[in-house]
C-alpha cells in the first residue's frame, strides 16, 4: 500500500522536529534555525496539517 497522509496530531511533532532539522542541515530551510520549533509547526491559524507515515502505520513515525 502507497504511503497515505493523514492529520498530524501532537504525538507527531518530535518525529516532525527531527525531519525539519534533517531538512534544516542539508538543505537550509529554514534559513535560521527556530527557538521553537514546535510553534514553527503550529503557527497560530494553522488549519490542519498533514503527515505521511513510512510503510503506511501509524506506529512509524512520520516522514
Not at 531538512?23 to 503527515?51: E, I, K, M, Q
Amino acid at each position: 500500500m502507497p504511503p497515505a497522509p493523514r492529520p498530524r496530531t501532537d504525538d507527531d511533532l518530535p518525529a516532525c522536529v527531527t525531519v525539519l532539522r534533517a531538512v534544516h542541515d542539508t538543505d537550509r530551510y529554514p534559513s535560521t534555525w527556530p527557538a521553537d520549533p514546535v510553534a514553527f509547526l503550529s503557527p497560530p491559524g494553522l488549519v490542519t496539517a498533514l503527515v505521511v507515515t513510512a510503510g503506511g502505520s501509524r506506529g512509524t513515525p512520520p516522514c
